[in-house]
């Protein structure tokens, strides 16, 4: 399938970008890590892990706004944007490429976060990787879109946190369920399926309406 | 205020366009069914059982809350006619519904404000669901105007506000979902709600002030569309007199 | 292949262009000339596509993939290598016999010996012969070049006067340039802009 073969080609484009810049990834990674520091010390009293439940998913989700106001810089500052719209592929390409190339950061800056977090607050569980899983999908896939519009824009890295934060709150509310898991909430793999539906949700509509984002 | 009613209900030769209601017969209805409206709320409305006189601004918030949603909706099918039908008026009219669902919105959380520290002593309540998605989409619709600001006028800001405002509507469920899931682990102060009971004259009021809401809408948003849109055909005779 | 009428493009309040009428057949050559300012990188960026017009209408009998662009910018990416951009822009422009393609395009433009270097390693006049390599790697029908003897030394405008003798009379081309005599003998129309 050819749409198969153009996000292929793109999503290598962009990893390889990133892995020759070499500047995204090491700054997310040193982010997560100052901010649960910081957490340490901005949180009067032992947390419980309720609380450091909540602290580890505003960790990720700025850790991820981190490194999605960078998505888009290439495209950017080389005007490149233009080319990849000439090309004959279908735009949503440009869209999926670049979420999976976010999707990877994201999840390599988590292998690093959560076993720190494991060692700074609390143990994490398999629902909580589950939820990982399932909230960077939307993380990715949202923010990437939202990365795109805000590109076009003059405020560019002032509006990507504004566009994006009310849309990230179900994220929020489905991770930070499933994490802080029984016996406070009865049942985990409901904030799961909440987020696997938020996740289809807005992969379709990002998908079905990137074409307008890009192009005139 | 009127003369810029009279300058937007003026016969500006229009081609091919639906039979419009005239701006000035729509202000004076919306006008007689707020003042009825008023009157039934302070005067023939029943006093609520528990919560006393204060409790009629509950008529407001309500029907305010459902003018705000349909005003945002309105502003998604706007904005879903610029992407799909292309049509050339379509953008200013969703961006026009987007700001009257905005303003209505800041009602929405002041009325709601109130409502809470009458009936419960608190300016806010996290329990409130229906608050705090305001909240949420009051916080969105915000970004959209900023989004729609940080753009030249253009085919561009249309389609990137078009799109926004899509994904505004879509939150509104995703949304509600969202918060009610999370009472589950945040337990919020549940204060018991004693709904109005919807019978006889409460459900008369209500509807004759949703009704005035709703036509109060429309004329606003007819009169600020008419008002764009002259400046837009103003600036263009500008132009080709250049 | 490219047809105008009254074209026109405002951003907000500023026009840039009024009233274009363009008729362009197919094998058609036309030099856009103006100053800096008349809307020449704009009329150019309409006919490739990238722009809609706010006035007039244009009609292109190419589609994308029979369309290359040449902009004010080389439209490369600069961290990755001549090699791996062609690559990109290939697979992208399903180009059939891609490694052929790519590696008759670099020898011909002088850059097979750096095409494992980054494009930030390269001068502003390698970096223009690459962006050339990208516009004909597809082979496209109508090709739009803006300003695209920019910033190339003697032996690169040389190659790509070769180039441009070659394809004359098969593809299509809107060309801008400061220097409309070097182009005289290939045009067959010219379109002056004026601010």
């Known amino acids: 399938m050819s749409y198969v073969r153009d996000v292929g080609a793109l999503a290598r484009k962009d990893l390889l970008l990133e892995l020759r810049a070499r500047d995204t990834l090491p700054a997310m990674l040193l982010f997560v890590a100052v901010t649960f520091v910081v957490f340490h010390f901005a949180l009067p009293g032992t947390p419980s892990r309720l609380e450091t439940s909540g602290l580890l998913w505003i960790a990720i989700l700025f850790t991820a706004l ?15 944007m233009d080319a990849l719209v000439l090309a004959p592929c279908d735009r949503s390409a440009i869209w999926l490429a670049k979420s999976i190339a976010t999707l990877a950061f994201l999840a390599a800056a988590e292998v690093v976060a959560l076993p720190l977090y494991a060692l700074f607050f609390h143990s994490i569980t398999s629902t909580t990787v589950a939820a990982v899983l399932l909230a960077d999908l939307g993380i990715c896939g949202v923010g990437t879109f939202l990365g795109a519009m805000a590109v076009a824009t003059r405020a560019r890295d002032l509006l990507l946190p504004l566009l994006f934060l009310p849309l990230a709150i179900p994220i929020v509310v489905g991770a930070v369920g499933a994490t802080v898991g029984e016996p406070v909430v009865s049942s985990p793999g409901r904030y799961l399926a909440f987020l696997a539906l938020y996740d289809l949700l807005f992969a379709v509509i990002c998908w079905a309406s990137f074409e307008y984002v890009v192009a005139e | 205020m009127s003369s810029p009613s009279s300058v937007a209900g003026a016969t500006i030769p229009t081609v091919g366009r639906a039979p419009r209601i005239p701006l000035p017969a ?3 209805s919306s006008l007689v069914l707020v003042t ?52 050339p008026r379509a953008d200013l009219a969703s961006y026009v519904c987007v700001h009257q669902g905005l303003i209505f919105g800041t009602l929405v959380l002041l009325t709601g404000s109130i409502w809470a520290k009458i009936s419960w002593g608190h300016w806010w309540l996290w329990s409130e669901d229906e608050l705090v998605l305001f909240l949420v989409l009051y916080l969105f619709y915000c970004a959209y105007f900023m989004l729609r600001f940080s753009v030249e006028p253009g085919p561009q800001r249309a389609n990137l506000s078009a799109v926004y ?44 002030a949703q009704a005035a809401l709703l036509v109060l809408a429309y004329t606003l948003y007819r009169l600020e569309l008419g008002a764009k849109r002259l400046d837009g055909r103003l600036r263009r005779l500008r132009e080709a007199i250049v | 292949m490219l047809t105008a009428h009254r074209l026109g493009k405002r951003y907000g309040e500023r026009r840039v262009l009024r009233g274009i009428d363009l008729a362009l057949p197919r094998g058609g050559f036309l030099v856009v000339t103006g ?161």
Request: hydrophobic fraction near 45%; charged fraction near 20%; charge should be neutral.
């Open chain 3, 35 to 195: 100053p800096n300012g008349s809307g020449k990188t704009t009329l150019l960026r309409i006919c490739a596509g990238l722009t809609q017009p706010t006035e007039g209408t244009i009609e292109r009998t190419a589609v994308r993939a029979q369309v290359g662009y040449l902009g004010h910018e080389p439209l490369v990416y600069r961290e990755l290598t001549a090699l791996e951009n062609l690559e990109l822009y290939g697979r992208l422009y399903r180009v059939a016999e891609r490694r052929e393609r790519t590696g008759m395009l670099l020898e011909r433009f002088g850059l097979w010996d750096v095409r494992h270097d980054r494009v930030a390693s390269y001068s502003r006049g390698m970096t223009q012969r690459l962006a050339l390599c990208r516009v004909l790697l597809h082979e496209p029908e109508l090709l739009v070049l803006d300003e695209p003897y920019s910033a190339l030394d003697e032996a690169g405008a040389e190659l790509l006067d070769v180039q441009l003798a070659e394809l004359r009379g098969e593809r299509t081309f809107v060309l801008t340039t400061h220097d409309p005599a070097r182009v005289e003998s290939l045009a067959s129309g010219a379109l002056a802009l004026a601010t």
């Open chain 2, 165 to 208: 405002a899509l994904f505004g509507v879509v939150l509104i469920p995703v949304s509600f979902a969202a918060i009610r899931l999370a009472k589950t682990f945040i337990h919020p102060e549940v204060f018991t709600r004693h709904g109005p009971n919807f019978g006889g004259w409460i459900l008369v009021t209500y509807c004759i």
């Open chain 1, 66 to 80: 981190l490194g999605l106001g960078r998505a888009f810089v290439p495209e950017r500052e080389q005007r490149t």
């Open chain 2, 36 to 87: 009825t409206a008023l009157v039934f709320v302070f005067f023939v409305a029943p006093n609520d059982v528990n919560q006393g006189f204060s409790q009629r601004i509950f008529y407001f918030h309500v029907s305010i809350a459902f003018t705000a949603y349909a005003c945002f909706i309105c502003g998604a099918w706007q904005a879903l006619r610029h992407l799909w039908k292309r049509d």
């Open chain 2, 26 to 28: 729509l202000a004076a």
